[in-house]
């Protein structure tokens, strides 16, 4: 995937070590109540949805921004590097050209 979630990369940058202390804070700073099985799919897993709402709550309880939680890796890039890179290696080895 081209996202990968940093929830616990970030709440170890702010000594968050357990989703009950995630949880408390988020009600403290946040007003926003989470259950534990949900903080636990948070903490676990990489979300395929984060409602707006979660999202807020967890920016301000964590002082962060959805940028910090959120890591974009752009992998058709890649994809292409790739594929020059290899096209420039079968050049240098007396393979075929690349197509123009």
Known sequence: MALEWRLRHVMAEKNIW????LGRLLEEKAGYSISPPSISALLNNEPRVVKAETMDALCTALECSPGDLWKHKPSYI????????IQMAQVSNGSKLPPI
């Open 18 to 21: 357990s989703g009950a202390e």
């Open 78 to 85: 890649n994809k292409l590097k790739t594929k020059a890179e």
